[in-house]
């Protein structure tokens, strides 16, 4: 079992910056693909980027393209997401979540067997 715990959101105005923490349980974080999604109210939970587990490859939704930055510290246990340049559409519940097989970066969410709980973020205008 893999434990994922969330902190770092919060109200934010336009223009601003947020940076997400992600915590992970257990002994082999280095072998999970990482991955962050968000939910806004009324719709479906959306890709928003993913980190592979050691080399750094990195891949981002075209929205957020140049305003996030998803990091991770493998001796931390821990995976993060930088947000810059914050608007209102960025409004979400935002999730990490933890693919255990995948090798590669992947974008899907039915590859991710493992979810945080969840961190609001919201970006008034």
């Known amino acids: 079992q893999v434990q994922l715990v969330e902190s770092g959101g919060g109200l934010v105005q336009t223009g601003g910056s947020l940076r997400l923490s992600c915590a992970a349980s257990g002994r082999t974080f280095s072998s999970y693909v990482m991955g962050w999604f968000r939910q806004a109210p009324g719709k479906e939970r959306k890709f928003v980027a993913a980190i592979s587990r050691t080399d750094g490859v990195t891949h981002y939704t075209d929205s957020v393209q140049g305003r996030f930055t998803i990091s991770r510290d493998n001796a931390r246990n821990t995976v993060y997401l930088q947000m810059n340049s914050l608007q209102p559409e960025d409004t979400a519940v935002y999730y990490c979540?933890?693919?255990?097989?995948?090798?590669?970066?992947?974008?899907?969410?039915?590859?991710?067997?493992?979810w945080g709980q969840g961190t609001q973020v919201t970006v008034s205008s």
């Open positions: 979540a933890a693919s255990t097989d995948s090798i590669f970066v992947t974008l899907s969410a039915v590859t991710y067997h493992y």
